[in-house]
């Protein structure tokens, strides 16, 4: 993400503080000279909700913030919109500072260009699914015919068509916020705030909309800033997760950079308890030298000899056959080698193991152990396209494995 | 001993130099209730007892249900039998326009107490007032500022019967789903579009139960404002009471009771929603 240059800054909110109480410019003062949040609290009584937030959101992606209830994600995301005022600090959207905006151009804003997902649905329960799919229409005045139409064509999209003229306590709690996302696509903005959008589901549910989201999220591009307090699916949908703690966020990164090189104990401690194996793939565990290689080009150009011989002296059973292009071809042990020798043969297809398919280096660490508790040889790793990465064996697994949970214990 | 806080007598100073510097306010601020009152009662006098009863016993049958159509039915024709049907409309033309009157400035002012704490600090202690100070003690000022007659009936029947639902209201829109008026002005509302589209809705129910209650109170009170000249059923059981008759006592007595069950009744079911209405409906049908 951070590589890409050209990606446009959608967001940039700069040393942007909340802080709820009658005299925020007296906490403000406090702060600057290094009191903390507890310390305001016990002194003055004023709750520090976002201090000293500076980051940016780029333009099509999905930004989640993450962290415990009470570390100030919700506060934030209602910075971004200013559903609450911001104590100090910019909030810029496309270059336009939300928090100096008058009110005329606020609305104006909202009504072209953000909407937002919330995690009580918020529908208004005297209109029907339709009327409130339509709702962001309505109130910026689009006559009735015309917005009911490209509500409609949107309830098609999350599949609530059939229940356009519902109202919205007839409806599950899945399809209730099938109904509060096309609200919020209904207005087509370009940036969406989704506050525990799927925290009230049930875990099925709330991994059915999430796939939803991805999908539209595939068809069309939008910057989408995602509150959750659920690792998995922060992973799930984040292109970059921000982690909140006391008002403060502590790191900002893709779901890997976080995994693997968590800042401090609190950013750690999200990760106990959870699946780390989620999160790691084949690639990840895939050890270069664990196996010896041979090219089939040149090592078999004297036939099987001199292959089985240095497969004894580095004392290994099993070695992997590439192409020049670093392809795999297949795996020989001293065995099959041996074998086809006795059989007369020299053509080394008769040399590699069957049915050894090699593993995909996105697969999943949950089920590279399924594929592997099976398989008493060690495993090819490659690239979509079939570049060889490396060899995985129960005991390399177990060693990777024992080493996450160390670091993350 | 004399009072060394003489309130009371503030209170008459007061209420006299209103009498004689109000240059024609109230008298125009009574011509305009006396109007609304008598236009009222005309309207109701002028269509047949049994018209209307059958209006009240279909909106029965709508809005509640046939066993509830039957009670309705029953109470009506005992109100009529008995002889009290002119005096009963009187009686509901007083309880309409002090109503009226009690929604038209209540509303807005349960609306202006939601959204604005200072004007709420400042309601509470009023409403207090106005609902726990004995309602015989409006008849006195009002009486004197108004004469004798309906006018005087209907405002202190405003008065009496209004805090209902300045409080309903107010408690309904501030009971509101935070997370949908969030919706609201995500979506570009300004603060009235909240107001209209988010909040009045979403604090209907609230906001009925609030018209049902300042309704009853309305009912009671109407009654006693026959003191000043009300007129209606009040006259009838002020009559019984001075001359303790206990047949025209019970009688006008149950015509008030009748009354207040059809009223009660009517407008509690437009503060419950359509769908529980229809609920509520089918498991009485299972039940017959």
Sequence with gaps: MEARKTMQEKIVVKDLYKIFGPKPDVAMQMLRSGKDKDDIVRQTGMVVGVQNASFHINAGEIFVIMGLSGSGKSTLIRLLNRLIEPSSGQVLVDGQDVASMDPKQLIELRRRDMAMVFQSFALLPHLTVLANAAFGLEVSGVPRKEREARAMKVLEQVGLAAFANRYPRELSGGMQQRAGLARALVVNPSLMLMDEAFSALDPLKRTEMQGLLLDLQRDHKRTIIFVSHDLDEACRIGDRIAIMEGGRIVQIGTPDDIIRNPVDDYVRAFFNGVDVNKYLSAKDVADVDAVPVFFAQSDFRDGFHAVIERLRAARRNYGFVLDSDRKLVGTVSIDSMIRSLESGSRELSYALLGDLPPVNGDLNLSDLICRIVKMPYPLPVVEPQGHYIGAVTQTILLKKMAKEELTHA | ?288
């Design chain 2, 1 to 288: 001993m004399r009072d060394f806080l003489p309130l009371g007598e503030w209170a008459e100073k007061i209420v006299n130099f209103i009498v004689k510097n109000d240059h024609g306010v109230l008298a125009g601020l009574g011509d305009v209730v006396g109007q609304m009152t008598e236009l009222t009662e005309g309207f109701l006098h002028l269509i047949p007892d049994w018209l209307l009863a059958s209006v009240f016993v279909a909106l029965g049958f709508w809005r509640i249900g046939w066993k509830f159509a039957v009670v309705a039915a029953g109470a009506l024709l005992v109100i009529i039998g008995t002889g009290f049907w002119q005096a009963t409309m009187a009686t509901l033309a007083l309880i309409i326009s002090s109503t009226l009157i009690s929604l038209l400035v209540g509303i807005p002012l349960g609306i202006a107490a939601a959204l604005n704490r200072r004007v709420n600090y400042l309601l509470r202690p009023v409403l207090d007032f106005m609902q726990t100070m004995p309602a015989f003690v409006y008849l006195i000022p009002a009486a004197m500022l108004f004469g004798l007659g309906r006018v005087p009936a209907v405002l202190a029947t405003v008065i009496f019967a209004m805090p209902p639902v300045v409080r309903l209201t107010a408690l309904g829109i501030r009971q509101v789903n935070k997370e949908q008026v969030e919706a609201g002005i995500t979506f570009g509302c300004t603060p009235l579009q909240v107001l209209l589209k988010i909040q009045i809705p979403g604090a209907l129910p609230s906001i009925m139960a609030g018209v049902n209650q300042t309704i009853m109170m309305a009912l009671s009170m109407v009654i006693i404002a026959s003191m000043v000249g009300g007129g209606g059923l009040g006259n009838n059981v002020l009559a019984s009471i001075q001359r303790l008759d206990i047949g025209l006592g019970f009688e006008s007595g149950l015509a008030v009771v009748l009354l207040a069950i059809i009223l009660d009744r009517l407008t509690e079911s437009f503060g419950v929603p359509k769908e529980e209405r229809i609920a509520r409906r089918k498991n009485q049908g299972q039940g017959a």
